[in-house]
């Protein structure tokens, strides 16, 4: 009878252990509704995401870092170099469109599920927006396309603009995924600013700051620049394969630095982070040496002068050259 | 470049973020490895008569030689397509004797 009534307890202590993990929309983890997307709700539309994540107050004390980071093609994400921005339109058209199962059957059916293979990375923010933020992020893709083909450079410079309003800004890095192991080191809440250092941060809107555990580690950045495959999708993407090269090909054989040490800190590109386009990391990045010599070369009676070009080339980097 | 496997199946590449899945083999210079290209270059050649014999000469004894590593994203080259990186380049001209066995 005693061992009986120790059991039930035991049941009952499990059943509210359960109970206060989970959300009230279900999912699990303690802390959840500290986050900014969790304390703003869900945004409607793309100016509500943008202010959701705006770093507009960062400048105030951090205008270098913001300059920095504004050179940085994360900057502009969704947009790229307008590359990025048609790939997101070809996915759209010839992926989701052609897919039987996507439910897509013209832009207009796109909700922010289907852009998430690639908003995973290009914006991450948009799984806390409504569908109707996916639907104006695409009727802008195809404003911002028709504006060029009519070549109305003012309308494709303000559907440029609008899509470049949401981007990998400061707070994408340094609040919303400064925390990749939230059951470990818990979610990261709103109001707090995540870098190296814990303690009063003095900004209205953020006023504290505390350590993200992998500000400085090589995982911060392989949270977007990618494994291969993104298994966890309904419909697996890859784009970006860096990270899986730099765990397998470089860490695992070659060396130990990590990215921030070659894009951030060697560089001395802080947080203008940046890859071949910068010569100084073009020019680290590959060891090129050429030599070439001449000869007349003899088979038998024939004789056919030839020059002989011999090339030499070791990637410097931590990951395979080039990705994608 | 990595080279994507189509749909994580199969032996066709796959194009596009939405088809790419896994990798088929990858072209690209893999971290800390030495990569080594050799290129063979015959000089051109031409037949001209010579104290009443036809013998065959190079069309030049000077070859200029240009070698550009290239970074092409996809498609043909042109700056307005696919927006191509020139990583490194050498140049050298490459002579031959004119005179001999």
Redesign the interface.
């Known amino acids: 009878m005693k061992l009986r009534v120790t059991g039930t307890l035991a049941l009952l202590a499990a059943t509210a252990l359960l109970a206060g993990t989970a959300c009230a929309d279900g999912k699990v983890g303690i802390g959840r509704q500290e986050t900014i997307a969790a304390k703003s709700g869900k945004a409607k539309t793309l100016a509500e995401l943008a202010k959701m994540y705006d770093s507009s107050s960062c400048i105030e004390c951090h205008q270098d870092k913001y300059d920095e980071a504004q050179k940085s093609i994360h900057s502009r994400s969704i947009y790229g170099?307008g590359?990025t921005a048609l790939?997101i339109m070809?996915?759209i058209e010839?992926?989701?469109m052609e897919?039987p199962y996507s439910g897509v059957k013209s832009p207009k059916d796109v909700k922010v599920e289907h852009l998430m293979?690639?908003a995973k990375c290009h914006l991450p923010q948009l799984a806390d927006a409504e569908d109707s933020v996916a639907q104006e992020l695409v009727t802008t893709l195809y404003d911002w396309k028709a504006a060029l083909k009519k070549k109305d450079k003012v309308a494709a410079k303000k559907a440029e603009d609008t899509l470049k309003s949401v981007n990998i800004g400061c707070l994408i890095c340094h609040n919303r995924n400064a925390i990749t192991h939230k059951w470990q080191d818990g979610y990261a809440k709103a109001g707090v600013v995540y870098g190296s250092k814990d303690g009063d941060h003095p900004s209205d809107k953020f006023p504290k700051m505390a350590v993200s555990p992998i500000m400085g580690e090589a995982i911060q950045c392989g949270q977007c620049h990618g494994m291969?495959?993104n298994m966890e999708l309904d419909?697996?993407?890859?784009?970006c394969?860096s990270y899986g090269?730099?765990l397998w090909?470089?860490k695992s054989?070659?060396?130990q630095k990590n990215c921030q040490d070659c894009h951030m800190k060697e560089s001395k590109l802080g947080h203008n982070i940046q890859s071949?386009?910068d010569p100084g990391m073009?020019k680290a990045a590959?060891d090129?040496k050429?030599e070439?010599?001449?000869?007349?070369?003899r088979d038998g009676a024939q004789i056919?002068?030839?020059?002989?070009?011999?090339?030499?080339?070791?990637?410097?980097?931590?990951?395979?050259?080039?990705?994608? | 470049?990595?080279v994507?496997q189509q749909l994580?199946r199969g032996d066709r590449m796959?194009r596009?973020?939405?088809?790419?899945?896994?990798?088929i083999e990858?072209t690209?210079?893999?971290?800390?490895?030495?990569?080594?290209?050799?290129?063979?270059?015959?000089?051109p050649?031409e037949e001209v008569e010579q104290n009443g014999k036809t013998i065959t000469r190079?069309q030049a004894y000077d070859?200029d030689?240009e070698?550009k590593?290239w970074?092409v994203?996809f498609g043909p080259l042109g700056p307005k397509i696919n927006?191509p990186?020139l990583?490194?380049e050498?140049a050298?001209t490459?002579?031959?004797?004119k005179t001999?066995k």
Not at chain 1, 235 to 239: L, V
Not at chain 1, 306 to 318: F, L, Q, S, T, Y
Not at chain 2, 28 to 43: A, C, M, Q, S, W
Not at chain 2, 94 to 97: H, Q
Request: hydrophobic share 30%; aromatic share 14%.
């Open positions: 170099t590359r790939t070809t996915t010839n992926g989701l897919e293979g690639c291969g495959p419909e697996p993407t890859q784009c394969t090269s730099y090909a470089y054989e070659i060396g071949y386009r073009a590959v090129f050429t070439a010599f001449g000869y007349y070369w056919r002068p030839k020059a002989v070009v011999k090339v030499e080339m070791i990637n410097r980097a931590g990951h395979s050259i080039p990705d994608g | 470049m990595p994507p994580g796959g596009g973020p939405y088809e790419k899945s896994g990798i990858d690209g210079l893999p971290p800390g490895k030495t990569v080594n290209e050799r290129f063979d270059i015959f000089y050649l190079p070859l030689i070698v590593l970074y994203p927006d990186f990583w490194d050498f050298k490459v002579s031959i004797s001999g």
